[in-house]
């Protein structure tokens, strides 16, 4: 959450000449709501569901895409397992002191989309990393520390690390 993953897959998926798919906009597009409204009507093993799904029906796709997958896809163990049979899962991992400038201050006030950070961004985020660090080692191929890098270095590490061509 915050590391850029949406922003990179964009781009590095246009540079690629594949589709593009973020779980979370796919839910919202499926459901007609947005995370948090789905979070707070129906609870977060509801929204986990459609994620899964969201992720199952991604794989089953006939053409390569570049999958944005919000930071909670790996809480299920099914999830990982599918994660785990991907070509690449690059892992986009920020400082805590990063995360909380990019997202904390929308959250503090209630009104991000992150309703997992509501209240105290800073400790909220830090349980979460707590909680699925070693999650995110697992499933992961390559990790990028994304600290101080602009959005295009950050695309050109995960080409150099993966051995993808974008296209001319």
């Known amino acids: 959450m915050g590391t850029g993953k949406s922003t990179v897959g964009r781009r590095i998926s246009h540079k690629l000449g594949w589709e593009f798919l973020d779980t979370d906009d796919e839910i919202c597009r499926m459901t007609g709501r947005s995370v948090r409204q789905i979070f707070e009507a129906d609870g977060e093993d509801f929204f986990r569901q459609l994620e899964h799904d969201v992720l199952t029906n991604a794989w089953q796709l006939p053409t390569p895409h570049v999958i944005a997958g919000a930071g ?55 349980k979460l990393y707590v909680d699925r660090e070693s999650l995110y080692r697992e499933v992961s191929t390559i990790e990028i520390d994304v600290e101080g890098l602009q959005v295009e270095e950050v695309i050109v590490k995960v080409l150099n690390e993966t051995g993808l061509e974008a296209n001319s």
Do not use: C, M, S
């Open 72 to 126: 909670g896809i790996v809480l299920r163990a099914d999830n990982r397992e599918l994660l785990k049979t991907a070509q690449h899962v690059i892992w986009l991992n920020a400082p805590l002191p990063v995360l909380v400038a990019r997202i904390g201050q929308r959250a503090a006030n209630g009104d991000g989309h992150r309703p997992l950070i509501d209240g105290n961004p800073a400790e909220r985020l830090q």
